[in-house]
């Protein structure tokens, strides 16, 4: 038999919820998407006053923290970028045109009848046409005549020949292109050491629309890249794990220092 009823129905609250994270302060939260295993907790160490004769006069706590924590399954490396607090660096690149790009080949590192890679590769993996080649010495020279405009293995690059006009190879050669990059992202890490807090929050709505919110004001993160690489007929999804610990914001009122939560679920 039944103890008890339900007393408030609408406080029963079912599913998951929006991972978001900001900047410290809490401007321009970006949605991190699918995730798995979204987990808020909040802990402390309890210290208790004793006293010689009286037992407990107080109990206290210090280490007062609060984490939310979750599998990200949209490896985004800008929002990575975001939620590792700065100890990164970050790049994005376009797949557009760079015209002009300058590469010089010093006197010794190339030879006649010798492949010189490009720098630079189409995104595409096509050939790039070198806009011009001149010698140090010998000036400007002659596609066909002078040198080879080849692609090798999905590399571009030039071969220069052993022509009348290219009289020596003690020389450096200029090369000028224009290429087209493929779309992508870098983060690379390691030699930077402060970590910048950031503002995090999850974010539940019902069926009415009504949102049940959890925002840590500052918190950092706290574990490093992990990413169990799953089998290729498995067919689960890759996944990162975070978890952002949050400490006391000093700034704010007593008692609203490390989150809050907030329910329109009433």
Do not use: C
């Amino acid at each position: 038999m039944s103890q008890t009823a339900v007393q408030q129905s609408n406080k029963i609250t079912f599913g998951s919820g929006k991972f978001e994270a900001s900047v410290y302060g809490g401007a321009g939260y970006i949605n991190l998407g699918a995730m798995r295993n979204i987990v808020f907790e909040e802990t402390w160490t309890e210290k208790k006053i004793m006293s010689d004769n009286a037992g407990i006069i107080k109990t206290m706590l210090t280490e007062h923290k609060a984490s939310l924590s979750g599998d990200l399954m949209e490896i985004d490396l800008s929002n990575l970028n975001l939620l590792r607090g700065g100890i990164d660096n970050y790049d994005a690149i376009a797949a557009d045109p760079v015209v002009g790009e300058v590469q010089v080949v010093m006197s010794g590192d190339w030879g006649y009848n010798t492949f010189i890679p490009l720098s630079h590769s189409m995104g595409a993996g096509t050939l790039i046409t070198v806009t011009s080649v001149t010698g140090s010495t010998d000036g400007l020279l002659v596609v066909a005549v002078d040198y080879d405009n080849v692609l090798v293995n999905g590399v571009s690059g030039i071969i220069v020949k052993d022509s009348a006009t290219v009289t020596t190879i003690a020389q450096n050669l200029t090369i000028v292109y224009t290429y087209t990059p493929a779309a992508s992202e870098t983060l690379s890490s390691g030699g930077k050491y402060t970590i910048t807090p950031i503002a995090v929050k999850i974010t539940n709505t019902n069926a009415a629309g009504e949102d049940f919110i959890i925002e840590v004001y500052k918190a950092a993160n706290a574990a490093g890249i992990t990413l169990n690489l799953q089998p290729d007929e498995g067919g689960d999804p890759n996944v990162v794990p975070i978890k952002l610990t949050g400490d006391l914001d000093v700034v704010k009122d007593a008692g609203n220092q490390l989150f809050i939560i907030t329910s329109e679920q009433l």
